[in-house]
């Protein structure tokens, strides 16, 4: 739990409540043991530097096509932090809705239902579907929903704002791998394999830093195996092998552009035996530039 800061600037708060919450900081305890976001940056910051591959393990917790998706850390403590934070708010607040702020782009608390029982999620609300009803993306998990906005969300404490705090569940891009979005039966199929190949799996990810469109573009292994799953999306005929464009871009984005250029080498290679053996999308045949969506 957390003190107001409002309360706390007012000289409203209980001081032996302010005393223990900056004991929690001190000893990061509990949502504290979270890595605090400053709130306010420098004048003349640096530019942003280019990016090095780091291998990290992760898990997937939200699947978006078959090379889009939203991933936890392993081992990161952050997640189950928040979830224990978010149950501390639902218990003092309960499960009815509040007047808040219902414009595109702010974040509240949103309530959902993930089968153990109704509970309150931060959530950033992407669009307004309507006078009465929102759509919002729970940002530590990465899922999206359309809400009742009188009864399924209320504003979010202060203490709990991605400010403070960041969203736990970052968004990824399968590196220079093309996919059809889900109106396609081929997108259906790609998201199906992604889902198959990793959902419930310790992965090893290479995180390669952000690509054109500000995703964390990664390579995935699953355990015991060397090839990539965008080589195997790619070998499968459910998915592209990025232009020269893309590579070029990613490249340039990091200091050592080495692991991508043979990465889209692998990728090519893997495009041309999908598309003699007449797999996935090249069953009738070459596909034009024009018949897949990048993601």
């Known amino acids: 739990a957390t003190v107001d800061q409002r309360k706390i600037d007012y000289g409203e ?19 504290w043991s979270i890595e605090q976001v400053a709130t306010s940056t420098e004048a003349g910051d640096a530019p942003v530097e280019k990016s090095s591959a780091n291998v990290s393990t992760i898990r997937l917790s939200e699947i978006r096509s078959g090379s889009n998706f939203y991933y936890h850390t392993v081992n990161d403590p952050a997640p189950k932090v928040m979830d224990e934070s978010m149950k501390e708010f639902t218990t003092k607040y309960g499960t009815a809705g509040a007047p808040c702020d219902a414009k595109v ?6 309530l959902f239902d993930d089968g153990t029982g109704k509970s309150w999620y931060r959530a950033k609300i992407v669009e307004k579907l309507s006078p009465s009803q929102a759509s919002v993306l729970f940002l530590d998990h ?6 009742p906005i009188a009864t399924h969300l ?41 889902q198959s190949l990793c959902w419930g799996k310790d992965l090893t990810a290479q995180l390669l830093g952000t690509d054109e469109n500000g995703k964390m573009a990664v390579t995935i292994t699953s355990s015991g195996t060397e ?4 080589e195997e999306l790619v ?5 592209r092998a990025a232009k020269r464009q893309a590579v070029y871009a990613l490249t340039n984005r ?10 889209a080498d ?25 018949d897949v969506t990048e993601i």
Request: no cysteine.
């Open 254 to 263: 990091m200091k050592d552009g080495s692991y991508v250029t043979k990465l």
């Open 105 to 110: 782009g702010k974040v509240v608390a949103a």
């Open 13 to 31: 708060a209980p001081k032996v409540l302010v005393d223990a919450q900056n004991t929690a900081k001190a000893n990061k305890i509990g949502i």
């Open 266 to 290: 692998k990728l090519q290679a893997a495009e041309d035996v999908a598309r003699k053996s007449r797999m996935g999308m090249w069953r009738y045949g070459d596909v034009g530039d024009d």
């Open 154 to 194: 209320r504003p979010l404490d202060d203490s709990l704002g991605i400010q403070r705090i960041p969203a736990v569940a970052k968004e990824a891009s399968l590196a220079l791998t093309v996919t059809r979005s889900l109106e396609s039966d081929e997108g259906i199929d790609a998201a199906r394999m992604l």
């Open 142 to 147: 990465g899922n999206l929903a359309k809400v």
């Open 227 to 230: 090839e990539t799953i965008n």
């Open 235 to 239: 070998a499968s005929g459910l998915a």
